[in-house]
């Protein structure tokens, strides 16, 4: 998955560490001849990469970084009211990460990753994280109890949020999980929660 460079810090020692949207950081070592990046020694050349990308692995692989902040908790969904939209392809948006939370019962994960990561949660306590803008889909097995917490890339907030069996936060958000059904748009997949529909969705000039 490539990833946008949204700033630069250097790390103990003093090399070059690049920032990445997703909330990953990935060195970016000048060290000739085996690893010529010149361009990371001065402040107007690393300026200039802003918005480039880079390949992030632990992306694919699903591994969320520490700067998140829990901002929302879905409510509990079963095998009934689980939203049409999330069986289907769909993504989160660029900053948002996900975290799965299995109650009770299985449930299959698929993400669009290369290779595809495929995998199935079982029994109380089984979570399953989500990089932003990566297509994926979940799919009961039998009977099922979850919920879904979101993230926000947060680099002045390194708490990964609150433990699974933690307190609930106070910007935790309950409701009808109809109204939650709603935020995912049936032709692109999107989470609408703020977020723009995708490049060439029939309702993207809809207004809300």
């Known amino acids: 998955m490539q990833r946008p460079i949204s700033g630069f810090h250097q790390d103990e020692q003093g090399d070059w560490v690049a920032e990445l949207t997703c909330g990953h950081n990935q060195h ?42 829990l901002v929302r908790t879905s409510p509990e969904w079963d095998e009934r009211t689980l ?35 495929e995998t199935e949660l079982a029994g109380l306590g089984s979570t399953q994280a989500i990089p932003p803008e990566i297509d994926h889909e979940v ?12 993230y926000a890339v947060d680099r002045t ?14 910007t935790d ?16 997949g999107i989470i609408l929660d703020g977020n723009p529909h995708r490049p060439g969705c029939p309702f993207a000039a809809t207004p809300p």
């Not at 097995?141 to 917490?149: H, N, Q, R, S």
């Not at 958000?173 to 692109?188: I, K, N, R």
């Open 83 to 117: 939203p049409t939209g999330l069986r289907r392809s769909h993504r989160l948006a660029e900053g948002t990460w996900g975290r799965i939370l299995l109650r009770r019962g299985g449930l299959r994960f698929k993400m669009a990753t290369a290779p595809p990561l």
């Open 173 to 188: 958000q309950g409701g009808d999980p109809a109204c939650w059904a709603g935020l995912v748009c049936e032709a692109c």
């Open 139 to 150: 799919d009961p097995v039998g009977t099922v109890a979850l919920v879904v917490e979101f």
């Open 28 to 69: 970016v070592r000048h060290r000739p001849p085996f690893q010529e990046r010149s361009w990371v020694l001065t402040e107007d050349r690393r300026r200039a990469r802003l918005g480039t990308t880079l390949g992030c692995p632990l992306c694919d692989r699903a591994e969320p970084p520490a700067a998140l902040r």
């Open 157 to 170: 907030s390194p708490d990964p949020g609150r433990p699974a069996d933690g307190p609930k936060s106070a």
